[in-house]
């Protein structure tokens, strides 16, 4: 039979480790603030925040884990570590779709840690102004829903910006029901956005019958109508619930269990490339038979996987369109280089929005 150690020497191992382990993270934010000063005195001030460089670290991290951690947990802890050694170094601002508790500000964190300093706007046009304007030097905006689809909004406005994706990251989305009520049958209305009240209308239909549902702007404006009205409820995310203080009565109410937002980072810096990366292009061509094949065939050519296509109306003509695809690689890799360059032969226009790392989180 193994010994039991004693709890009082465990908790002293846990002392001492503890101390190593604080006096690493130390030694680390040290390097950084030299790392801060290398980069200025090779005259580079503007913005120290590196997507490659960021993904690699968490990549090798989770190639290391021993465990008994997953690799997840142990790249969110490195995250953060990371997060607060660059604030060290040069704090970033980055623009998020507010207010506060929304599944953008979750996103914004989950990819940058909360050592960022974060600024809500009231639009996606905002996010994509802010950024443009250098009031922020990045930005979080949704891109695509696993149930919903494209955000229109985001692609739409990404025709006439010269910004450049340089980051995605993936968020579950679980909507809870929330009110400050105590239990379902006190509850008179619903607010949310229009979206989250369509993904969990089979809940609602079931639980909460002849309740009226009322859109708001975000879940989160939601959150702040349920903290302060008698018998109003929200349909929002778990940080909308903390933020504005207001008691979950039912978590996870949505009808698609697998339901998840992509967002994409926007800034002026371009990624370099990391050997798992992604390319996101904004392609035009003439309204023919066969220009969709002409457009994919390149891809097949050079053995270029492709994760997403999505098409809409250019506005420049009647049954004019723009493709909006995601293809794996980085634009520097000589196959996806190879690609393009057949690619532009066959098009009347080609933008490419970015090649960043694939989300490691």
């Known amino acids: 039979m193994t010994d039991v150690i004693p709890l009082s020497e465990l908790r002293a191992q846990i002392d001492t480790v503890d101390q190593q382990i604080l006096q690493l993270i130390n030694q680390r934010a ?16 503007s913005c120290f925040y590196r997507p490659d460089r960021e993904a690699q670290v968490l990549r090798r991290i989770q190639n290391l884990n021993p465990g008994p951690l997953s690799n997840d947990t142990a ?4 995250r ?3 997060s607060a050694c660059l604030a060290l170094e040069k704090p970033l601002q980055v623009a998020f779709l507010g ?6 500000q979750q996103a914004t964190f989950k990819h940058f840690g909360h050592a960022v300093q974060t600024e809500p706007v009231t639009a996606i046009e905002d996010i994509f102004q802010a950024v443009e304007e250098g009031r922020c030097q990045f930005g979080v905006v949704p891109i695509e829903n696993s149930t919903e689809g494209v955000v229109t909004h985001t692609l739409d406005r990404f025709v006439m910006s010269s910004l450049q994706i340089c980051g995605e990251v993936a968020i579950r989305i679980q909507h809870n029901l929330m009110a400050n009520v105590a239990d379902l049958g006190e509850v008179k209305e619903v607010f949310s956005h229009r979206q989250s009240l369509a993904q969990c209308r089979k809940w609602l239909d079931a639980n909460l019958p002849g309740v009226r549902c009322t859109e708001v702007s975000s879940n989160a404006e939601a959150a702040k109508i349920a903290a302060t009205q008698t018998g109003a409820a929200a349909i929002a995310g778990t940080m909308a619930a903390e933020t504005y203080d207001v008691a979950i009565l039912q978590a ?37 038979s066969g220009a969709l094949y002409t457009i994919l065939e390149p891809f097949a050519k050079y053995g270029i996987g492709m994760t997403k296509i999505e098409s809409r109306p250019s506005r420049q ?6 493709f909006f695809i995601d293809i794996d690689g980085h634009q520097n890799d000589d196959n996806v280089a190879h690609a393009l360059q057949d690619l532009q032969e066959h098009v009347t226009m080609m933008k490419i929005l970015g090649s960043y790392p694939k989300a490691v989180l």
Not at 30 to 45: D, N, R, Y
Not at 265 to 278: A, V
């Open 30 to 45: 040290s390097l950084a603030e030299q790392v801060a000063k290398t980069k200025i005195a090779s005259g580079e001030e």
């Open 75 to 78: 790249a969110h802890f490195f």
């Open 80 to 82: 953060e570590l990371m």
């Open 99 to 104: 207010p506060e508790g929304t599944f953008t």
């Open 252 to 288: 996870g109410i949505e009808d698609e269990p697998n339901n998840t937002t992509r967002f994409v980072i926007i800034g002026k810096l371009r990624s370099e490339p990391t050997k798992d990366d992604k390319t996101s292009l904004l392609l035009s061509t003439k309204n023919y």
């Open 317 to 322: 003509g009647l049954w004019d369109y723009l």
